[in-house]
């Protein structure tokens, strides 16, 4: 046990030491971060490769154990390091990828692409995931799950290091929890590829926490990131519960959960998932009044509230795991709903509400109307159908001229009463939507059926600016 200690102290000793040396020259060369109002909080220029100082006393402490003279111990040294050996050429790939983008930058996708050789690299090093729920999985899904996993993890740290002390918090307490996971298990590889991590991130946290001096930048978020998943890998085959996976994806919860809620708001915007934004769980809690040091230990605190419910479920799977996990998902569904996302609020209502079958209901209602419209070869045939058509809809009247021939649906009505829907058709001619502002339409409908009216006429007529739409009867179906 005082081997993982020393191994610990050592690898915080360095990066107490490093940490100030890298931000140093870090300064001197201009690697730092340039404050912007719209997502980064801090308003100087702060050095961004803090990653190298955490990487470089994570190695160096490893490398100490390998060299000092522990004779009485009952733990073969260099078996348990045969792991941090084996996952050295995909952790460096990450790391380099990381220190390239702090240094000259990378696309996302360039960033992606690496992740996943590294993450390939990884499984066939033995880090993968082979079981779930007592099945082991053929390699051809085994892969590609340990590669999304593993580049989940990457970007989950990565995503999150937009506060003082986050990430590098948040990877403290998923560090212990796997370490405390691999003292439990008897696994000593897991315990020695951990130990060092812990002590490195606590060592940078003195620079790191609210007002940081120093960032762990994209060589330290996706680096710690990477291991992380790696780790998760290693204690889910060892501890071979029926859940496997589960009590390390709770571990990093609140970095995965954040990931996930990043991409759902970005695709619910129509955004690009790769797009920064200012939505993240700790802008949120920002955002309701709280400072960056608060923020920073109440994530804190539902790390540590997750490393409890991922070790409960490690260790007392058998007889309370399913009441565990449903604990573990109302507590997680309680914090999203006070962060206040109002995308999650509304498409929640369009579920809750029925919402979602009547879209889908005024889609299928659109599509036969557009068939039976296109059937009509003359607009003496078009005109009962648009007619019928908006009377089901909810329109209250269609006008429509097309050349000299005019047809009204609502003589005697009223203009002033009605909102208007105009389609123009060219020069003079137009369809005329009118809504009675009493009665509800859909908001599909009010959208689509102008469009779909509009496609029509100019598909099935031709038009000049000399002469009026006339009927195209070859692009009609007859």
Same mark, same amino acid.
């Given at each position: 046990?005082?081997?993982?200690?020393?191994?610990?102290?050592?690898?915080?000793?360095?990066?107490?030491?490093?940490?100030?040396?890298?931000?140093?020259?870090?300064?001197?060369?201009?690697? *730092?971060?340039?404050?912007?109002?719209?997502?980064?909080?801090?308003?100087?220029?702060?050095?961004?490769?803090?990653?190298?100082?955490?990487?470089?006393?994570?190695?160096?402490?490893?490398?100490?154990?390998?060299?000092?003279?522990?004779?009485?111990?009952?733990?073969?040294?260099?078996?348990?390091?045969?792991?941090?050996?084996?996952?050295?050429?995909?952790?460096?790939?990450?790391?380099?990828?990381?220190?390239?983008?702090?240094?000259?930058?990378?696309?996302? =996708?360039?960033?992606?692409?690496?992740?996943?050789?590294?993450?390939?690299?990884?499984?066939?090093?033995?880090?993968?995931?082979?079981?779930?729920?007592?099945?082991?999985?053929?390699? =051809?899904?085994?892969?590609?799950?340990?590669?999304?996993?593993?580049?989940?993890?990457?970007?989950?740290?990565?995503?999150?290091? @937009?506060?003082?002390?986050?990430?590098?918090?948040?990877?403290?307490?998923?560090?212990?929890?796997?370490?405390?996971?691999?003292?439990?298990?008897?696994?000593?590889?897991?315990?020695?590829?951990?130990?060092?991590?812990? @002590?490195? /991130?606590? @060592?940078?946290?003195?620079?790191?926490?609210?007002?940081?001096?120093?960032?762990?930048?994209?060589? !330290?978020?996706?680096?710690?990131?990477?291991?992380?998943?790696?780790?998760?890998?290693? =204690?889910?085959?060892?501890?071979? &519960?029926?859940?496997?996976?589960?009590?390390?994806?709770?571990?990093?919860?609140?970095?995965?959960?954040? &990931? !996930?809620?990043?991409?759902?708001?970005?695709?619910?915007?129509?955004?690009?998932?790769?797009?920064?934004?200012?939505?993240?769980?700790?802008?949120?809690?920002?955002? #309701? @009044?709280?400072?960056?040091?608060?923020?920073?230990?109440?994530?804190?605190?539902?790390?540590?509230?997750?490393?409890?419910?991922?070790? /409960?479920?490690?260790?007392?799977?058998?007889?309370?795991?399913?009441?565990?996990?449903?604990?573990?998902?109302?507590?997680?569904?309680?914090?999203?709903?006070?962060?206040?996302?109002?995308?999650?609020?509304?498409?929640?209502? *369009?579920?809750?509400?029925?919402?979602?079958?009547?879209?889908?209901?005024?889609?299928?209602?659109?599509?036969?109307?557009?068939?039976?419209?296109?059937?009509?070869? &003359?607009?003496?045939?078009?005109?009962?159908?648009? *007619?019928?058509?908006? #009377?089901?809809?909810?329109?209250?009247?269609?006008? /429509?001229?097309?050349?000299?021939?005019?047809?009204?649906? &609502?003589?005697?009505?009223?203009?002033?009463?009605? =909102?208007?829907?105009?389609?123009?058709?060219?020069?003079?001619?137009?369809?005329?939507?009118?809504?009675?502002?009493?009665? #509800?339409?859909?908001?599909?409908? #009010?959208?689509?059926?102008?469009?779909?009216?509009?496609?029509?006429?100019?598909?099935?007529?031709?038009?000049?600016?000399?002469?009026?739409?006339?009927?195209?009867?070859?692009?009609?179906?007859?």
């Amino acid at each position: 046990m005082f081997v993982f200690f020393d191994v610990t102290c050592v690898a915080f000793l360095l990066s107490l030491i490093l940490t100030p040396w890298v931000r140093g020259i870090a300064e001197r060369l201009g690697l *730092v971060d340039a404050p912007d109002a719209n997502r980064k909080l801090h308003l100087g220029a702060v050095p961004r490769v803090g990653g190298v100082a955490v990487v470089s006393s994570y190695i160096l402490a490893l490398g100490f154990i390998l060299i000092a003279p522990y004779r009485h111990v009952d733990i073969d040294i260099p078996r348990g390091l045969s792991a941090a050996f084996a996952l050295a050429p995909a952790a460096s790939i990450i790391f380099l990828t990381g220190l390239i983008d702090d240094i000259r930058g990378l696309s996302p =996708w360039q960033k992606f692409a690496a992740e996943v050789v590294a993450s390939v690299l990884a499984y066939y090093a033995g880090f993968g995931i082979h079981v779930m729920r007592f099945h082991p999985l053929s390699d =051809w899904l085994s892969l590609p799950i340990t590669v999304l996993w593993l580049v989940g993890c990457s970007n989950a740290l990565n995503l999150i290091d @937009g506060m003082d002390g986050l990430a590098a918090g948040v990877g403290v307490f998923a560090t212990l929890t796997s370490f405390v996971a691999a003292l439990v298990h008897g696994n000593p590889q897991l315990a020695f590829v951990t130990a060092p991590l812990a @002590g490195a /991130l606590l @060592g940078f946290l003195r620079y790191n926490f609210n007002p940081a001096s120093i960032f762990l930048g994209d060589s !330290g978020s996706l680096f710690i990131g990477f291991l992380l998943g790696c780790f998760g890998t290693m =204690w889910g085959q060892k501890s071979a &519960t029926a859940l496997g996976m589960t009590a390390p994806l709770i571990a990093l919860a609140m970095p995965l959960l954040d &990931t !996930g809620l990043s991409i759902v708001r970005r695709v619910l915007r129509r955004q690009s998932i790769f797009a920064g934004d200012h939505g993240h769980i700790h802008h949120r809690l920002l955002d #309701q @009044g709280l400072t960056p040091r608060r923020a920073a230990l109440l994530l804190y605190g539902a790390c540590g509230l997750a490393a409890v419910f991922s070790l /409960l479920q490690d260790l007392v799977h058998d007889r309370f795991g399913g009441l565990i996990i449903i604990l573990f998902c109302a507590a997680a569904w309680i914090g999203v709903q006070h962060l206040g996302y109002s995308e999650f609020g509304i498409a929640g209502r *369009v579920f809750v509400r029925s919402s979602f079958r009547g879209l889908v209901y005024d889609q299928l209602r659109l599509q036969q109307f557009d068939r039976q419209l296109r059937q009509a070869t &003359t607009l003496e045939d078009a005109w009962p159908v648009i *007619v019928s058509g908006a #009377q089901e809809f909810g329109i209250a009247g269609v006008r /429509l001229r097309i050349g000299e021939q005019y047809f009204d649906s &609502t003589p005697g009505m009223d203009a002033e009463r009605f =909102w208007q829907i105009r389609v123009p058709l060219g020069p003079g001619q137009f369809v005329n939507l009118a809504l009675d502002p009493t009665e #509800q339409v859909s908001a599909v409908i #009010q959208a689509s059926l102008p469009k779909l009216l509009e496609g029509y006429f100019r598909s099935a007529f031709r038009t000049s600016p000399e002469e009026v739409l006339e009927l195209r009867t070859d692009d009609v179906p007859q």
